[in-house]
């Protein structure tokens, strides 16, 4: 018996070559993820930094350990799916029982610094040519002021009274126009560095830093502290009065003076709401101060959506036409993509390979480009719909008005919405068609079936079982199609007056949404991702119940 020869295991050592380039790519991750680490440092994100230290170190020991294979081709796809769905996902379901807005866009140490930073008025009195300066002792922000008024000197730092500076410790600068200039002796002079202290260039600070420094209050009356000065612009510092304290130990605000708005009268107290606010003693209903922090809200953003009155109305309507364009979106291209595929499946046909390759093209096209062409096309003055196929007069305001009214606006998104989406059906219909065994047709032609009977019992039932679940998947698609209805009519013609909310004759669901988050001047982050759960769940109760029906079909057949 021949004796088999075993080829013995070969240990693998990496490469140099390979070694360098692990290290180089590992090393260029690492370099970018600290400079990232570094940013949220600076911008005091505690919790996004601890995050992303750990993923890097696990990172780390996932590429530079011995064996582990599956876990190195895992880990990228893993921490991107991980950064780009499941947080988002997790985000914006937690974000839904919230209060999230433009309104309440951070935490209650950052409400209470945004209504003491707004919480003065300028008064008559002494003003100041500053620089900003950081001590170089302690660290401490300040500013470097020159009196406008006798040239005096001063250093102050945030809720401290200011310092004088001797002649001798500080330099003076030109403020002409050009330092330059012949006349420059005669030019004001102000402080632009001082011993002890290190300038600073507003142009050189991140926005934290500059909200730190426009935050600055530097007292000017040892005898009266609500009387401070501050600087909105950098340059100049003006006097100022408080006309509200914060009591940190019992978390209120007092009004030290009337407010010139009627907001407050001198002696309101204003303490923490359930709501995000600090209202007039407490109550949900009464007085609020601008300047709101998150807190969780339980379902109130859902119960908003079925009670609120105002966004009833234009609710309905847009949920009555998010339906209707989704479902006659697929009924039209699905109609006028069979029908093309049936001409161009027809056996002695010829040329139709050209001539399914023309028919693909507006598929071929990017969607979001062809809705700015056909923005063009149909332009009511000089639009070519318009002025050729119709004969219609240029530069007339009387011509057809596809975009600037309700019912003209949705026939126009959905003439744009087939030409766009019937090359996908001329598709699958194809395909399908073309997958319909011949002797069927045969079978049907001898018991005596016409063309018609052919198509409605035998061809459309089969089609229909192979292409279903890509018509509830094209529902779905257009169900939340935001692209062709945001850039053909951004959801208008805008039904103002109506309603507070910002909604157009053409809006669906999920442009609606839209605008709720990011539109308008007050956007609310979390009734946004309340309606989000709701167009999933409509989303996904639709897809069971239409993929249940199918199973149906398919036992029919």
């Known amino acids: 018996m021949p004796r088999t020869k075993v080829k013995a295991w070969k240990s693998e050592t990496p490469s140099l070559a390979g070694i360098l380039w692990k290290l180089g790519t590992l090393g260029i991750t690492d370099a970018i993820a600290v400079t990232m680490i570094m940013v949220l440092i600076a911008q005091e994100l505690w919790l996004a930094t601890a995050v992303s230290i750990a993923v890097l170190l696990v ?17 990228p796809g893993v921490l ?23 309104a309440h866009n951070g935490d209650k140490a950052l409400a209470v610094q945004t209504i003491k930073n707004a919480a003065y008025r300028t008064i008559d009195g002494e003003d100041y040519t500053i620089a900003l300066v950081k001590s170089d002792s302690t660290g401490a922000r300040g500013f470097l002021m020159t009196s406008n ?16 500076i001797p002649e001798g410790s500080y330099t003076l600068s030109p403020l002409c126009a050009d330092k330059y200039d012949e006349d420059v002796e005669n030019c004001a002079h102000a402080a632009e ?7 600073v260039k507003p142009e050189s600070l991140s926005e934290l830093e500059k909200r730190k420094y426009a935050s600055l209050r530097v007292e000017i009356d040892p005898n009266d502290p609500t009387i401070g000065i501050k600087s909105s612009d950098f340059t100049i510092a003006v ?39 600090f209202r007039l003693n407490g109550d949900i209903d009464s007085q609020k101060l601008d300047g709101g922090w998150r807190v ?10 079925f009670t609120d009155v105002q966004l009833r109305e234009p609710l309905v309507k847009v949920i009555t036409w998010t339906f209707m364009f989704a479902f006659l979106t697929v009924l039209t291209t699905f109609i006028l993509g069979l029908l093309i595929a049936f001409l161009f499946n027809h056996e002695k046909l010829r040329g139709k390979k050209v001539y399914r390759a023309i028919m693909i093209l507006p598929y071929a096209f990017p969607g979001f480009l062809s809705a700015y ?28 008005p596809w975009l600037l009214e309700e019912n003209p606006a949705r026939l126009a998104v959905l003439l744009v919405n087939l030409w766009l989406g019937f090359p996908y059906m001329f598709l699958i219909t194809t395909g399908a068609l073309q997958s319909i065994p011949s002797e069927l047709n045969e079978a049907a032609e001898i018991d005596g079936a016409s063309p018609w009977q052919n198509f409605r019992l035998i061809k459309l039932p089969l089609l229909l079982i192979s292409i279903a679940p890509l018509l509830i998947a094209s529902f779905a698609y ?31 669901l999920i442009t609606f949404v839209y605008k709720i988050a990011f539109s308008g001047t007050g956007q609310n982050y979390g009734l946004a991702s309340a309606f989000s759960i709701l167009i999933f769940l409509v989303i996904a109760t639709i897809s069971l119940i239409s993929f249940r029906r199918t199973k149906a079909l398919e036992e029919i057949v």
């Open 149 to 164: 008024a006798d040239g005096q000197v001063y250093v102050g730092e945030d809720n401290k009274p200011k310092v004088l």
């Open 80 to 102: 991107f799916l991980i950064v780009f769905q499941v947080y988002v996902l997790l985000f914006s379901g937690y974000t839904a029982f919230t209060n999230y807005g433009s």
């Open 296 to 305: 969780e809200v339980g379902l109130a953003n859902f119960e908003k959506i």
């Open 193 to 199: 560095s001082a011993t002890g202290y290190t300038t």
């Open 373 to 400: 062409v056909w923005v063009g096309l149909l332009n009511r003055e000089n639009g070519f719909v318009n002025t050729v196929l119709f004969g219609q007069t240029p530069g007339s305001e009387t011509n057809f």
């Open 59 to 75: 990172v780390n020991w996932i590429y530079l350990r011995k064996g582990g294979l599956p876990a190195k081709y895992l880990a």
């Open 239 to 277: 006097p100022v009065q408080d006309t509200l304290q914060y009591d940190a130990e019992a978390d209120t605000f007092t009004a030290l003076t009337d407010d010139d708005y009627g907001t407050f009268m001198a002696g309101d107290v204003f303490k923490p709401a359930s709501d995000g606010y």
């Open 478 to 508: 257009n169900f939340n199609n935001f692209t062709i209805i945001y850039l053909l009519t951004k959801g208008g013609p805008n039904d103002s007056g109506i309603t507070d909310y910002d909604v157009g004759g053409t809006d669906i």
